[in-house]
């Protein structure tokens, strides 16, 4: 017994020794604490001792030899140098401060070119807005819906010849040219063609022109000469007004390169529909509903200068990068709230009073446009005024709707500065002096 007690202390002696002249890392060290715990409860039976050793002298050579079979270093040394080894899997870019304010800082240089080369000023309002949509996209999502309508009304397209059909394209000649005017244009716009290929346009000269305004100037005169005067002012128009304050100080320049080149269709469809609009790319559409409850050219030309105004203000393709961002906004927002209380509040405070606005502009800018058409601009507020009675006008309408309400556009249209400045031009205009640069 006493010869075993003197053999284990030499052995022990023996293993002390040779610890102190290697130095061992952290990991080996739990590696020795391991084989010497193990010899300890295995002194007794040799060959379980030695089969241990060996296989702890493997596990230390597998995870603590870097170079053991070209294996890949798990871990790393700190400052410190205390060994940790790496989480497995791909590194969180998230985890290094240096690389998230690279990414950060290049989309933020990203999104603000992005969004300085894509802002544009509105003709006449000079309202800067941020349209995502390209021209040339815009233009063929306009020309696609509307071979998209010509197939869908095929039967009831009135052909060129009609009646209905030449009123409504002189009428539109007309706005258009004036648009040309307001622009101050330098290049002569191709003439303006009929979409139905039923038939061929026939004599459109001065004397058709004579004979359909004839039909309404004599009655148009007797009941809308002097019925606006300065006191029927009821709303302003401030937001118009300091927008183009800050347009004209900052030497803002209409955007109005969309509309070069346009090939300008009309179609008149026959349904008893009260409605009428202009696509992206020049393509306007009336119902013959419309014309049936509206009989003068100035109340046609009201309605038609407002739907060109959206295709001059880019209403179309500003609507669809407004809705993009509303989608995101209420993707967020449905992390939070339920969906169906955040689709209600964004349609009531967003959505909705956008449509509003532009509807509002496009007022503005048609007024303009059927001003310096020849059009008395003081049937405007009128018709906007009938529609409303058609369509059903509520007090609910101005907050429940994507249209102002007919009495509230009427009173906007009626008051003295932007009335002022329309029935400037639709003077100058009938006394044979066109004004140019009016948008």
């Known amino acids: 017994m006493a010869y075993y007690r003197r053999a284990k202390a030499a052995l022990d002696a023996f293993r002390n020794l040779s610890s102190k002249a290697v130095p061992k890392s952290p990991v080996q060290e739990s590696c020795s604490r391991v084989y010497s715990n193990g010899s300890a409860n295995s002194a007794k039976f040799s060959s379980g001792f030695y089969s241990y050793s060996c296989i702890s002298q493997r596990l230390r050579n597998s995870y603590c030899n870097p170079n053991f079979n070209t294996a890949k270093r798990y ?51 000079k309202r800067t807005h941020f349209v995502l949509l390209s021209k040339a996209v815009e233009r063929q999502l306009g020309e696609s819906q509307f071979q998209q309508m010509k197939a869908a009304f095929k039967s009831k397209i009135l052909p060129a010849i ?91 320049q209409s955007a109005t390169s969309h509309l070069d080149g346009l090939n300008w269709e009309v179609l008149v469809v026959n349904e008893p529909v009260i409605n009428a609009f202009c696509l992206p790319g020049g393509k306007i559409v009336v119902f013959t509903g419309l014309l049936e409850h509206f009989r003068t050219d100035a109340e046609i030309a009201t309605i038609i200068g407002h739907e060109v105004a959206h295709a001059v203000a880019r209403h179309a393709a500003e ?71 058609i369509a059903g006008d509520s007090k609910l309408r101005d907050y429940l709707s994507t249209h102002p309400s007919g009495k509230k556009r009427a009173q906007l249209l009626a008051q003295a500065k932007v009335m002022e400045e329309a029935l400037a031009i639709y003077r100058e205009e009938r006394a044979g002096y066109g004004i140019e640069g009016f948008l």
């Open 319 to 389: 609507g669809i990068t407004k809705n993009l961002w509303f989608a995101i906004l209420q993707l967020i927002l449905y992390q939070f709230v339920m969906p169906d209380v955040v689709n209600t509040m964004s349609t009531l405070f967003l959505r909705l009073p956008f449509s509003r606005k532009m509807e509002m502009e496009a007022d503005y800018i048609g007024l303009l446009l059927i001003a310096s058409s020849g059009y008395d601009p003081r049937v405007a507020p009128k018709v906007y005024e009938k529609l409303g009675q």
């Open 75 to 125: 871990y790393y040394v700190d400052r410190y140098h205390v060994q940790h080894f790496r989480p497995r899997g791909p590194r969180k870019w998230l985890q290094n401060p240096r690389t998230v304010f690279i990414v950060v800082v290049i989309g933020s240089g990203a999104f603000i070119t992005l969004y300085l080369g894509n802002l544009e000023t509105v003709p006449y309002t």
């Open 162 to 252: 009609h009646p209905d059909s030449v009123r409504v394209r002189l009428i539109a000649k007309d706005i258009i040219e004036a648009l040309q005017r307001g622009l101050k244009h330098e290049t002569v716009w191709s003439d303006m063609g009929y979409a139905s290929t039923e038939t061929d346009f026939v004599n459109e000269g001065r004397a058709a022109r004579d004979t359909l305004r004839a039909l309404s100037e004599n009655s148009e005169r007797g009941k809308t000469e002097g019925k606006w005067h300065q006191e029927d002012e009821i709303l302003d128009d401030k937001w118009v007004q300091q927008s183009r304050k800050k347009g004209q100080e900052k030497g803002l």
